[in-house]
């Protein structure tokens, strides 16, 4: 879990800096001219990563012992 918002936190940093250094600041871009929306789309963007970069946790239940 704690990975996880690292990831999320990773992102939200990134979309801040983002916006702060790369952002259109005469508001004619949606995502890049609102810090907040910025922020919230890198934040997405990490939790995504962390779901697809982390393990997920097996069962130690053996479900291939149906048989």
């Known amino acids: 879990m704690k990975k996880k918002i690292f990831f999320i936190a990773l992102g939200a940093g ?12 005469n508001g004619s871009c949606h ?7 910025s922020s919230t789309y890198g934040a997405a963007v990490g939790w995504a990563v962390s779901t697809v970069t982390l393990p997920l946790k097996k069962n130690k239940k053996d479900t291939n012992s149906l048989i």
């Open 31 to 37: 995502i890049q001219s609102n810090p907040y929306i």
């Open 14 to 25: 990134a979309g801040f800096a983002y916006y702060y250094f790369i952002g259109c600041h």
